[in-house]
């Protein structure tokens, strides 16, 4: 429980320091749990998509709850992509790349990014049915979170540890805790979807392929900005081939409780 702890508090806002003590030990194995704490952020996004639906054009209502979101988590992630996309955008070496990534300005490669990936994600979201796309944030937020932790078992850490931004270097998976997040990650998909919706979850698998590939030949690991930026481009590739599965197929085969 204190791990799962570690990663709600790691992850999100909630102010659960205030009743559970957690060693500082817990934190450098967080990541295990980063798909669990995606049921939590999901909920709370689909949650707020369905009830303001009823009251907001649906593009509106995606909006709020992509800024519902954001509050909750208090854009550990979005932060992750900016500060990434400024550093692999503008940097020419590695130490370049490393330095423009730790650097607290935001540079015009992750100010546009940031506009571009928010503006794709709420039009995506938009393009479905309020039910469908509020199934679509259950199943990607969790799926995404345990494919873009995949990153810390085929990388090493770029930077020295002392220079980490968070303060903390997450230690490699165990076998039983990449069960575990594959449990928390999956079971939702299976559980809301029907079998051919499933090959959304190839995306980003191939996603985070490419991703660890340009960390590997950029900067030599990876850096807690770079698995933040991994779940967000793992998560908009999802939506995606979702919306291009369900155009294809039709309501009729569109999640399972819709029949």
Request: proline letters at 5%.
């Amino acid at each position: 429980m204190k791990q799962l702890a570690a990663a709600l508090i790691f992850f999100t806002r909630l102010p659960l320091w205030r009743v559970v003590r957690v060693p500082d030990a817990c934190y450098r194995r967080v990541v295990a749990y980063w798909s669990a704490t995606g049921w939590l952020t999901a909920a709370v996004t689909a949650g707020v998509l369905y009830g303001a639906a009823f009251l907001l054009p649906v593009p509106a209502a995606v909006l709020a709850a992509v800024i519902a979101r954001v509050l909750l988590t208090g854009a550990l992630h979005e932060d992750g992509l900016s500060d990434f996309l400024d550093g692999f955008g503008g940097g020419r070496t590695r130490e370049q790349t490393l330095a423009i990534m730790k650097d607290s300005r935001t540079g015009s490669y992750g100010i546009i990014g940031l506009i571009l990936y928010f503006g794709l994600l709420v039009a995506l979201l938009a393009s479905l049915p309020v039910p469908v796309a509020c199934a679509a944030v259950l199943c990607g937020d969790p799926f995404c979170k345990f494919v873009a932790s995949m990153t810390i078992n085929f990388l090493p850490y770029a930077r020295p540890a002392a220079q980490s931004k968070s303060g903390v270097v997450y230690a490699p998976m165990r076998v039983g805790e990449i069960v575990c997040g594959a449990a928390f990650g999956v079971l939702p998909m299976l559980s809301l979807f029907y079998p051919p919706y499933w090959l959304a979850g190839l995306a980003p698998f191939a996603c985070i392929a490419w991703l660890i590939r340009q960390m590997r030949r950029r900067i030599g690991g990876y850096t807690g900005d770079c698995c933040g930026a991994a779940f967000l481009l793992c998560e908009g590739s999802f939506y995606v081939a979702l919306v291009v599965l369900y155009r294809y197929y039709g309501s009729g085969t569109g999640a399972a409780y819709l029949g």
